[in-house]
Every structure is written in structure tokens, then in C-alpha cells.
């Protein structure tokens, strides 16, 4: 995976999913070959070559124009996320052979995490690693601080283990979506990380579903939205999901599943919290390692 790979992938993907009709461009009897927009009607309606729209798409175009990407977004219907996605991907990139230096959670933003005893909470990085976890969100999801550090991973979590996740929250094929969709934000930020080339092999090597999602190539970053979780102690809850960045590093994003007050589901986020602490002062010194393992019985 490298930069012109993952532009050629999305620009083909956007094509593919309109018609010749929704772009108004006039069709004739007999099969086309290609789904959704030829190359040559993308051009065509962009107003460019179709050379220069072919050595676009195949990342062979130098200093691209802002009008010449406004142009080729427009066609394409492209929504704000991906329009800047697609300026991610057609910016130089400078050339850095020394290895990122691994993510670390400020002291602050980690105390912040254990202050919050009413939502379960993480701090995520680069590649949906999860850098940091208070105990809500250990005994919510998983205790991701007691995992191996290259297990410390939403996607790798989430695709490792398909029949927990699906047992985990209700709108499964949604939270696919969209873990899949901010790898490929984070692909468009760092093109050329190796760490991120590695995770998405293993993962494709893994699951049908993540190499179906990763081919229609979603582009979407963390926000806000409703999850609904299953957990085997406490039924079926409905939380408030929040991702908000950390100011002093764009690559980090505190993560809260949190209820309304007084309702059902802050009574069994209390419950999960008690439950956590109890089993991590027994007098055994048991901790949970993964929600398989952790949770009891319904």
C-alpha cells in the first residue's frame, strides 16, 4: 500500500458508484464495460485531458491545481471528508526513512481518563491503536492495557474476533464501516507508513468482510453518533459516542461511550464499573485480559 495505490483505489471507487445518468452524461444501447463513470466522461465533465485525468488517477500528476481537485470532486459528488481526503492523497510527500517514534498519552490527558468514572473512555491513535483505557472501558470493552502492545487495536479487535464484535454491538456492519473508514484517513495522512501496510495485510488475510470494506474504500473520521452495546452482564444499552482531538497531536482522539443521567444505561455503566473494580482488588489478583474471558455469564 503506498500513496498512488490508495489514490488510484478511492478515485476508481467514486467513479464506480455513480451512473452515467446521476452525472447527466448521455448513454447509447449496448453494454459498458466499466461500472459507474469511463475515465474519459470523468475528464470530460472535469473539463481536463483524459491523459492528465489518467496520470491523476494513477498518481503520476505533479503540483496538481486546487481548481483541476475542486473540479474532479465535483464530478465525483464527493462530501467534505473525502474531498479533503482526496488533497491528502495528491500532496507531496516528503521523503522520512527514520521510523515514527511510537504515540505516547500526555500524563494530564491520562489522569483526565481516570477522573471520568461515569464513561468508558480510551485515547486512540494512528491505525485505531488504543493508547490509553480507564476502567470503565476495560470492563465495557476490553482491558486493552493488559493486552500485548500489537494487540492494542480496534480493527485488529474488532476483525480478529468477528463473532465477538457481532455479539458486542448490535449495528455491527456500521462500526465495520466505519473502523475501516478511519484507517483510510489515516492512510490519506500517512501514506506511507509500513506499520499501517502491515495491519491492513494481516487483517485482509484475515476477514472476507475487512477486504470487502476496504475495497469500497469508505472515507469517514471518528465524530459523534448512538451505540448500542450488548454486553453479557448488563443486556443492551444505548450510549452517546464522542471522539474529540487532542489539541498538541492531530493523531490522537479521546473516545467516550457515555448514558443520559438517571436513565437505564448509567445505571449499568455503575454496575460494570463496580463489577471491574471488584474483580481487579481480588484478593487472587485476577484481571481481565479480553472480554472473552472477562465477562461472566448472562
Aim: charged share 30%; proline share 6%.
Amino acid at each position: 500500500m503506498d500513496r498512488r495505490s490508495e489514490l488510484a483505489d478511492f478515485l476508481r471507487s467514486r467513479r464506480a458508484r455513480l451512473s452515467p445518468e446521476d452525472a447527466g452524461v448521455a448513454t447509447y444501447l449496448g453494454r459498458r464495460r466499466v461500472n459507474g463513470l469511463r475515465r474519459e466522461e470523468v475528464a470530460q465533465l472535469a473539463g481536463v485531458s483524459v491523459d492528465y485525468y489518467v496520470r491523476l488517477e494513477q498518481g503520476r500528476a505533479e503540483r496538481v491545481s486546487e481548481a483541476v481537485l475542486d473540479a474532479v470532486a465535483r464530478v465525483l459528488r464527493l462530501d467534505a471528508q473525502e474531498r479533503a481526503h482526496l488533497y491528502q492523497l495528491t500532496r507531496p510527500v516528503r521523503s522520512n526513512r527514520r521510523p515514527a517514534a511510537p504515540q505516547r498519552v500526555r500524563p494530564s490527558l491520562r489522569h483526565l481518563l481516570d477522573a471520568m468514572t461515569d464513561a468508558a473512555v480510551y485515547v486512540v491513535g494512528r491505525r485505531t491503536d488504543v493508547l490509553a483505557t480507564n476502567h470503565l472501558g476495560a470492563a465495557l470493552i476490553a482491558d486493552f492495557d493488559a493486552l500485548p502492545v500489537r494487540e492494542r487495536n480496534f480493527a485488529r479487535f474488532f476483525f480478529s474476533d468477528e463473532a465477538l464484535a457481532r455479539e458486542l454491538w448490535v449495528d455491527w456492519p456500521a462500526k465495520a464501516a466505519d473502523l475501516v473508514a478511519f484507517l483510510h484517513v489515516d492512510a490519506g495522512r500517512h501514506p506511507e507508513d509500513p506499520a499501517l501496510a502491515e495491519l491492513v495485510g494481516d487483517l485482509s488475510m484475515r476477514s472476507e468482510l475487512f477486504r470487502r470494506l476496504w475495497a469500497d474504500h469508505p472515507v469517514r473520521d471518528k465524530g459523534h453518533a448512538t451505540a448500542t452495546v450488548r454486553h453479557p452482564m448488563v443486556g443492551v444499552i444505548e450510549l452517546a459516542y464522542e471522539a474529540l482531538g487532542v489539541p498538541d497531536d492531530p493523531d490522537q482522539v479521546l473516545v467516550t461511550y457515555s448514558a443520559v443521567p438517571g436513565s437505564s444505561a448509567a445505571d449499568a455503566l455503575r454496575l460494570l464499573a463496580s463489577w471491574y473494580e471488584d474483580r481487579r482488588v481480588a484478593p487472587n489478583g485476577d484481571q481481565p485480559a479480553r472480554p472473552a474471558q472477562a465477562w461472566p455469564e448472562a
